[in-house]
């Protein structure tokens, strides 16, 4: 496949990284000539230095025989003038844009076929969004992913000393739980990984990550790190995420307490008119304002969220939390050394805005049938929702057990949804459990560069169409 990405910022250089393969011929446009040199002392692509929306840079990067577009540069006027002139000059089939300006969700036809010609667009402030929400309302939990229509969650967790799991055995917490459907994808112990087995035991402080059924996650997370309920939430120097998060949040419909600081004026301004009630307050607070921040309460927050563009900023902000009396702390971080710096510090949950914006992208992205790609919490590994389609006779997968799949090594299947909506069946993983068709496999694949054979392997033979 030939793909085009426009921008070698964080989210261009995740991008590139997950698609580079022997079967995929990638060229990257930027400005930056320092940034392109970089990119191809990493990676096996072509680089051009250039206006994205130039038609003739576009040309000179090979658009008129591209496959995928994907724009990702740091404008929304360039990324989408990018997918126009890819759809009407040189006819690119798939085209990806990443937009920030929220405000534009409200007018999809300007961004589709009518206006820009956006085949997907890629909204990482709402992905942010959804993936602060899942950790307010998992407050234990490092990493929550949702999978088959929610039917599946993911969670990763460290264990507390009293909690009902620490010090079982995996196979003594299957007796604990005998109703709940769940696999133990993967356990850390001081950076180490170990091998789940039903003798492994289970340590407080370990960092587990389970797949489980989603009606039955709130229990399991609760049998290995019992928790309270967010109610009070501090959010800072978020502006329009802020904004969205407390949309979804919905503290309208419940018991949450939202309060809102703002350095900027204007921000604060505009929150303060959308969300006029008395559950939500939003106040003109400088981050490092130490009394101010005292009086307005955060020492009682349940979680308090640093959101600010600035990762120095947000640590610090999530430290001074935490010392004022808050119950835990969720920091924006785009830098990577920093996440891994603070890991075992006062800062509790670290969320990357390049990898949110990345697993909306592998979604749009990955061939065939996968319908979700998430990277999980420290294994660098992807997770994959991919649906099995023909028969015996027209497909690798259908008909067949899951011992007997030619499964590349390392790879594993963690559940099998069967079904559409409530009539849909959660399956977890047994070696004789055969594959039918229409079924959703959720897969974990320990390296990408195996992602494309999985693709392969479920690939239906021409004759099944």
Known sequence: MKILILGAGRVGRSVAESLVSDANDITIVDASSDRIAQMQDRFDLRGIVGDASSPSILSSAGAMDTDLL??????????????????????????IAR???????????????????????IWPEQALATQFSKLITFPAAQQVLNFADDKLTLFTVNPTENAP????????????????????????????????????????????????SSDCAEEVIEALHPFERAETIVMINGGELSGLLTDKLEPNRSKRRIKIFEGNEESAV??????????????LVKHDDTLAL??????????VLALSNNDETNIMTALLAKKLGAKRSIVLLENQVYSD?????????????????????????????????????????EALEIIAHGTKKSSKVVGKSLR?????????????????????????AEPDLTVMDDDHL???????????????LFEVDVGFF
Do not use: W
Not at 168 to 175: G, N, S, V
């Open 404 to 428: 007997d799949i030619a499964f590349p090594k390392g790879v594993s299947v963690g559940a099998i949804v069967r079904g559409e909506g409530d009539e849909a069946t959660v399956l977890m």
């Open 165 to 212: 799991l620490t010090g079982k055995t995996l196979e003594e917490a299957f007796k604990i739980l005998p109703h709940v459907k769940m696999r133990f994808v993967s356990i850390y112990r001081r950076n180490r990984r170990l091998e789940c087995r039903n003798d492994t035991v289970i340590e407080a402080d370990d960092e587990i990550t389970v797949l489980v």
């Open 341 to 381: 710096l603070v890991r075992g510090t006062e800062v509790d949950v670290t969320v990357s805005p390049t990898q949110a914006s990345l697993g909306e992208l592998l979604r749009h992205i990955r061939y065939g049938d996968v319908v979700n790609a998430q990277e999980l919490y420290q294994d660098k590994a």
């Open 270 to 283: 505009s929150l303060s008119k959308r969300f006029a009630n008395n559950k939500v307050s939003v106040s």
């Open 294 to 303: 005292s009086q307005e309460g955060i020492d009682q927050a349940d979680v």
């Open 70 to 95: 994907i724009a990702v540069t740091a404008s929304d006027e360039t990324n989408l003038v990018a997918c126009t002139l890819a759809a009407q000059i040189f006819n690119v089939p798939m085209r």
């Open 99 to 121: 937009v920030r300006d929220s405000e534009l969700r409200h007018y999809p036809r300007i961004l589709g076929e009518e206006g820009f010609r956006a085949t997907s667009i």
């Open 442 to 456: 959720i897969l974990f694949v320990p390296n990408k560069k195996v992602i494309q054979r999985i693709e392969h």
